[in-house]
């Protein structure tokens, strides 16, 4: 199920707010909105994807690349309904478990078949310098996705999602390859398919915000320095492989790089300069 609401003759979807999934610690900074997780998910190089393995004490953690998208509906935004796709090699633990998972849950009618795993996403967009140590802080969009997770069966689909990645490291990349994928790739390769359940985003941005009678402290404002130190990626200068034969970096390449860094600058220096609404509490988080 999704909410809506209207803003300015659009509709903008939201995950429902579950128990688990609702920021409570400064709710102002909180957004369900599908297309900021989405997004946030869609520009993170790294996903952090985690799960309970049996017999273990500890849940496991995974680095993978994944990206949102939809087999049914190609054309479809970050703001509407997506899935998640997860790539990954075929004998994996969290592959073999989706696979044994599927079909073999159904306890209640609620509950989506599939292996349940939560998925992180985050990115830091600056350094708040404050008055005080307490009052530091990041500049920062975080996501995180619950869902289930099943393995891809159709081959349709799954070359779908194998381009949909691998676009999503380079833009237009897929095209550029040698394609379709051999049997052995497509062996050896998974995707997995994680139908949303919740999501929930936290943000932060704008300037340090200290406390009143520090920023009426005289002494203390002449010897500190405040404000924001801007991050972001910045992808270099291509360097070729020892068996490129291509004398020059194709265009889409070029185009990718210069668009990337320049967008990742833009997005810092807004957040920097953006200031969002006052929290509840005392100091940042």
């Known amino acids: 199920m999704y909410y809506t609401h209207n803003k300015i003759k659009s509709i903008n979807l939201e995950y429902p707010k579950q128990p688990y999934s ?28 985690s799960f309970t393995v049996p017999n273990s004490p500890f849940p496991t953690i995974l680095p993978m690349i994944g990206q949102m998208g939809s087999f049914a509906r190609p054309s479809a935004d970050t ?12 004998s994996s633990r969290i592959i073999n478990m989706s696979r044994q998972a599927h079909g073999s849950s159904g306890e209640t009618s609620e509950q989506e078949q599939g292996l349940p795993i939560c998925v992180a996403a985050s990115h830091i967009d600056g350094l708040v310098l404050a008055l005080t140590p ?13 869902g289930y997770a099943t393995l891809v069966t159709d081959v349709d689909e799954k070359l779908y999602a194998m381009e949909l990645i691998t676009n999503s490291v380079v833009r237009d990349r897929y095209r550029h390859t040698r394609i379709p994928p051999n049997a052995a790739e497509m062996q050896s390769t998974s995707v997995l398919r994680v139908k949303i359940s919740a999501g929930s985003a936290k943000l932060r941005s704008g300037m340090p915000n200290d406390d009143k009678a520090d920023k009426e402290d005289d002494a203390l404002l002449d010897r500190v320095w405040t404000g924001v130190v801007p991050i972001h990626y910045a992808m270099g200068e291509p360097l070729p492989g020892p068996y490129n034969r291509l004398e020059q970096v194709p265009k889409y390449i070029k185009e990718f790089r210069d ?14 300069t953006k200031q969002m609404k006052a929290a509840k509490a005392k100091h940042d988080d």
């Open 79 to 90: 703001g509407d309904v997506l899935e998640l796709y997860l790539h990954g090699y075929v």
């Open 259 to 272: 668009d990337f860094n320049r967008d990742a600058q833009d997005v810092a220096t807004e957040a920097a």
């Open 134 to 146: 307490n009052a530091h802080s990041y500049n920062y969009r975080s996501a995180v996705l619950f």
């Open 22 to 49: 609702k920021v409570n610690r400064y709710d102002s900074r909180a957004s369900y909105a599908l297309e900021t997780i989405h997004g946030i998910v869609n520009t993170c190089p790294i996903v952090h994807v």
